[in-house]
């Protein structure tokens, strides 16, 4: 059976869902894999957020949550574990028709739960989006204040000589 490739979009399909409809936040599932793929990479592709390949996503569904209305993902973020004392916050996105809503804050304040369950005592994330994080508890730190995310995945992105994104730290028991 041939492997279906999957482009970047450009646009993202149109929802049937309206963001007046009741939205759930669960785990992530398989057949969400195309849905997360889509809205991650439309952002990406204007420069928002760095790009993911399906098989990172299928690699890390277990840790994504996503934001369901009326049956269609409308947005995700996840928590990926660096090391023993820190934790990244990425992939955070929402389909544009449910922005402005607080849509964001609720998938991203599930994984500080997360975190201190796990006894995580950073959390800490690379973004273009400071107004967004700070609100959330983050503040601005310089990237080498980040040697496990440096070394494990800065070294092999695309953006690596030209980065532009904030580092940000949220300490979780303050």
């Known amino acids: 059976m ?44 204007r420069g928002d957020m760095l790009p993911k390949t399906m098989d990172q996503l299928y690699n890390r569904v277990r840790s994504i949550d996503v934001a ?47 975190a201190r369950q796990l006894g995580i005592p950073t959390l800490f994330t690379l973004t273009l989006q400071m107004g967004f994080f700070s609100h959330l508890g983050f503040r601005e730190v310089p990237k080498l204040h980040l040697p496990h995310k440096i070394w494990q995945d800065c070294t092999t992105c695309f953006k690596q000589d030209y980065c532009d994104e904030i580092a940000m730290v949220r300490e979780m028991f303050e």
């Not at 934790?87 to 449910?98: K, Q």
């Open 68 to 114: 369901e209305a009326d049956g269609e993902v409308v947005g995700c973020a996840a928590l990926h574990i660096t090391w023993a004392d820190m934790a990244e916050v990425v992939s955070v996105a929402v389909h544009p028709d449910f922005q402005g809503i607080g849509l964001g804050r609720r998938l991203v304040e599930p994984l500080f739960d997360e």
């Open 2 to 45: 041939p492997t279906q490739i999957y482009s970047p979009p450009v646009t993202l399909p149109r929802l049937h869902a309206r963001p007046n409809a009741i939205v759930h936040v669960r785990r992530a599932c398989m057949g969400d894999v195309p849905r997360l793929y889509e809205i991650i990479n439309y952002y990406a592709v």
